[in-house]
């Protein structure tokens, strides 16, 4: 089977560091991106462990990381992916997904890098770096009025500080997510472009004219 010449790109941070803003607007920008969220691949919060009271969703192991895989590797077969989103609203159903094989396939989600064949299946990891205070301000926009103060002190900060931000030093890239979010967006062209372009090198270089029928 002729396996499609897509680039992995692993996009990794706490809440708040605007994963899934940034993907959008890649993904508006041009049709050559496809856009996957890991937040679609949560188990059942029924069986997530409680800290302090609270639902632990902060849990590497709440992830079902085996359908993901699965899922890439069949982007990357060329096959379409049928699956469907994660809906965290109570009473809110399940919508169907279509994943296409596009050129750039960005993946995101703020425990991606914990799972060691996702990690390796990636040919990009980039890790959108920011300061405590400002994913608790940023998820405070994103939550309103459904959002607990004491959920991000208690759990989610925490939880992050201890699985989540040992993901930096396996990231190609270590990107600044406090700054302007066009300065950020630019940054991460920059970095797709200069591994398209390597791989493209290198496709030149092992390129033989004998091999081909």
């Known amino acids: 089977m002729k396996l499609h010449r897509s680039i992995f790109i692993g996009i990794v941070g706490p809440s708040g560091a ?10 508006k920008k041009s049709k050559l991106y496809e856009h996957i969220k890991l ?23 709440n992830l079902k990381f085996d359908k993901l895989l699965s899922d890439l590797k069949k982007l990357k077969t060329g096959q379409v992916v049928k699956t469907k989103d994660f809906p965290k609203r109570k009473g809110e159903k399940p919508k169907s997904i279509i994943l296409y094989p596009k050129k750039y396939i960005l993946v995101e989600g703020f425990m991606l890098l914990k799972n060691k064949k996702i990690k390796n299946f990636l040919d990009i990891k980039i890790y959108l770096d920011l ?7 940023r998820r405070k926009l994103r939550f309103c009025q459904d959002h607990s103060n004491d959920y991000d002190i208690k759990v989610a900060i925490p939880e992050f500080l201890k699985y989540g931000i040992v993901q930096k030093k396996y ?13 950020v ?10 591994k398209n372009f390597n791989t493209k090198k290198l496709e030149r270089e092992n390129y033989s004219p004998f091999c081909q029928k």
């Open 185 to 194: 967006i630019k940054e991460i062209q920059k970095i797709i472009k200069t």
């Open 171 to 183: 990231a190609d890239y270590v990107v600044n997510a406090n700054k302007p979010q066009s300065e």
């Open 18 to 27: 605007g994963k899934s803003s940034l993907c959008k607007i890649l993904n």
């Open 39 to 61: 937040d679609n691949y949560f188990k059942s919060p029924k069986t997530f462990p409680k800290k302090f009271g609270f639902p632990n969703w902060e849990l590497p192991s």
């Open 131 to 137: 300061p405590n205070d400002i994913i608790i301000e």
